[in-house]
T-cell receptor, first 113, second 113 residues
Framework: GEDVEQSLFLSVREGDSSVINCTYT??????LYWYKQEPGAGLQLLTY?????DMKQDQRLTVLLNKKDKHLSLRIADTQTGDSAIYFC?????????????FGAGTRLAVHP | DTGVSQDPRHKITKRGQNVTFRCDPI?????LYWYRQTLGQGPEFLTY????????KSRLLSDRFSAERPKGSFSTLEIQRTEQGDSAMYLC???????????FGQGTRLTVV
């Protein structure tokens, strides 16, 4: 969606780090998420960060949030072939007392030997 | 409970036919969401239920679409007089107050020929 933008494609060598970037316009979002989607499958939540945090690390995943620039990134250390998938950035937008997710178009990560 | 379940996984239908999809959320989740994902795009919000009440419908949900959650548990999404533009992956997610994330099902892929 136009509220959330991601680059469409990223290619990395196996063992290298991958950095997937996301920019957004809505500064009121309280939670920002990264989802993974493998071919023909649903969405798997990888990690999320609360808007009052700058960084969150979870094993091979590191999320960085720059609220001033409205920029979110996901770093995958030691990228493996099994990491090949589409990665979606999503914001939680609160509306009418509940919340819904606004997704970017996704970044396709290709990992090659 | 193994997660959000959607049925069928795949549906091929002729233009003009009606189709119905089912979503079984995680037990005791009172929030249920439907999203639509077209090729190359991120999921887009369609509608939201809290218990049996449908609290919001997106502009994407035309008059041909209807969703129900009669007993506050499973939900159905019906598309009448299908069009080729309805071809997409229909994703269901569930959540609950106090839970920061939404859990997605595997989706129903609809192809209208």
């Amino acid at each position: 969606g136009e509220d959330v933008e991601q680059s469409l494609f990223l290619s990395v060598r196996e063992g290298d780090s991958s950095v997937i970037n996301c920019t957004y316009t809505d500064s009121s979002s309280t939670y920002l998420y990264w989802y993974k989607q493998e071919p023909g499958a649903g969405l798997q939540l990888l990690t999320y960060i609360f808007s009052n945090m700058d960084m969150k690390q979870d094993q091979r995943l590191t999320v960085l949030l720059n609220k001033k620039d409205k920029h979110l990134s996901l770093r995958i250390a030691d990228t493996q072939t099994g990491d090949s998938a589409i990665y979606f950035c999503a914001l939680r937008r609160v509306s009418g007392g509940y919340n819904k997710l606004i997704f970017g178009a996704g970044t396709r990560l290709a990992v090659h030997p | 409970d193994t997660g959000v379940s959607q049925d069928p996984r795949h549906k091929i239908t002729k233009r003009g036919q009606n189709v119905t999809f089912r979503c079984d959320p995680i037990s005791e989740h009172n929030r249920l969401y439907w999203y639509r994902q077209t090729l190359g795009q991120g999921p887009e919000f369609l509608t939201y239920f809290q218990n049996e009440a449908q609290l919001e419908k997106s502009r994407l949900l035309s008059d041909r679409f209807s969703a129900e959650r009669p007993k506050g548990s499973f939900s159905t999404l019906e598309i009448q007089r299908t069009e080729q533009g309805d071809s997409a992956m229909y994703l269901c997610a569930s959540g609950s107050e106090g839970i920061d994330e939404a859990f997605f099902g595997q989706g129903t892929r609809l192809t209208v020929v």
